[in-house]
């Protein structure tokens, strides 16, 4: 049990991170027990959707300021948030075992990456990034991109930024409206996988489940962070090269 603890751990860690850096998170929880060959518990939908529970705990963490003002202040963003939501919303209903069990492939992903890692490029370099906060249209031209990154390798964070920066908004004010965004999304999928764990208890190891929801909470609750602060300066690049690499090794592993 204590080396599945560790992958949970190490699994949490992945997800923290990939999650709000614009790389995938789900192709990382799909490759990582790919590349080690780890079966079981860890490499389920349900584990992953436990690791979604932790980073979005660190988005509350990180967020309550905003989310407080969004209901006692500012409705009409919160309006914004709550249209925006529903594409992905909807989609993730529709096609939850498309997704889970036909999307989750490995040159699925090789695709994903290096074709929304090209439009990312072309974000930064056409986007005026003149704009701070993003009007009903912008919301739901984001919206509809967070749906499409229910594609693993697409990355839900990647997408939308990279909407928002074509609507021209700053990175950080994308970014800042990208982890709004997937609060009620990263929550409404957590909340539908989580009742399999109620309705069969029994079917799993609360104490692996743990070790990931709390990893990913940490890790997570950093990367926002760093992520933000790192917008300020710099462009999306480095996530786009990092993207092309992690295709190409997924194709070399594929085809060896």
Same mark, same amino acid.
């Given at each position: 049990?204590?080396?599945?603890?560790?992958?949970?751990?190490?699994?949490?860690?992945?997800?923290?991170?990939?999650?709000?850096?614009?790389?995938?998170?789900?192709?990382?929880?799909?490759?990582?027990?790919?590349?080690?060959?780890? =079966?079981?518990?860890?490499?389920? @939908? +349900?584990?992953? $959707?436990?690791?979604?529970?932790?980073?979005?705990? &660190? !988005?509350?963490?990180?967020?309550?300021?905003?989310?407080?003002?969004?209901?006692?202040?500012?409705?009409?963003?919160?309006?914004?948030?709550?249209?925006?939501?529903?594409?992905?919303?909807?989609?993730?209903?529709?096609?939850?075992?498309?997704?889970?069990?036909?999307?989750?492939?490995?040159?699925?992903?090789?695709?994903?990456?290096?074709?929304?890692?090209?439009?990312?490029?072309?974000?930064?370099?056409?986007?005026?990034? =003149?704009?701070?906060?993003?009007? @009903? +249209?912008?919301? $739901?031209?984001?919206?509809?991109?967070?749906?499409? &990154? !229910?594609?693993?390798?697409?990355?839900?964070?990647?997408?939308?930024?990279?909407?928002?920066?074509?609507?021209?908004?700053?990175?950080?004010?994308?970014?800042?409206?990208?982890?709004?965004?997937?609060?009620?999304?990263?929550?409404?999928?957590?909340?539908?996988?989580?009742?399999?764990?109620?309705?069969?208890?029994?079917?799993?190891?609360?104490?692996?489940?743990?070790?990931?929801?709390?990893?990913?909470?940490?890790?997570?609750?950093?990367?926002?962070?760093?992520?933000?602060?790192?917008?300020?300066?710099?462009?999306?690049?480095?996530?786009?090269?990092?993207?092309?690499?992690?295709?190409?090794?997924?194709?070399?592993?594929?085809?060896?």
């Amino acid at each position: 049990m204590g080396i599945e603890i560790f992958k949970a751990i190490i699994l949490g860690i992945v997800q923290g991170i990939t999650e709000f850096f614009p790389v995938s998170s789900t192709a990382h929880l799909i490759l990582f027990p790919w590349f080690f060959s780890w =079966n079981g518990e860890v490499n389920t @939908m +349900t584990f992953d $959707i436990a690791l979604h529970g932790g980073t979005l705990l &660190a !988005l509350l963490a990180c967020f309550y300021k905003d989310w407080a003002n969004l209901f006692l202040k500012d409705r009409q963003k919160l309006f914004y948030i709550i249209i925006a939501t529903i594409p992905a919303g909807v989609i993730g209903v529709l096609f939850n075992k498309t997704i889970e069990h036909t999307l989750r492939n490995p040159l699925v992903i090789v695709f994903s990456l290096t074709g929304f890692g090209l439009l990312m490029l072309a974000a930064e370099k056409y986007s005026k990034k =003149n704009h701070h906060n993003p009007g @009903m +249209t912008d919301s $739901i031209i984001i919206g509809i991109a967070q749906a499409v &990154a !229910l594609i693993p390798g697409v990355s839900r964070s990647g997408i939308t930024i990279t909407a928002g920066l074509f609507r021209n908004l700053t990175r950080e004010s994308a970014a800042r409206f990208s982890f709004l965004l997937s609060t009620p999304v990263i929550g409404g999928a957590a909340l539908l996988e989580g009742s399999k764990l109620l309705k069969n208890p029994g079917t799993y190891h609360f104490d692996i489940f743990t070790a990931g929801f709390i990893s990913a909470f940490i890790s997570g609750f950093f990367a926002i962070k760093f992520l933000l602060y790192f917008l300020k300066r710099h462009p999306l690049n480095f996530f786009v090269y990092y993207r092309f690499l992690l295709a190409a090794i997924i194709l070399l592993m594929y085809f060896r």
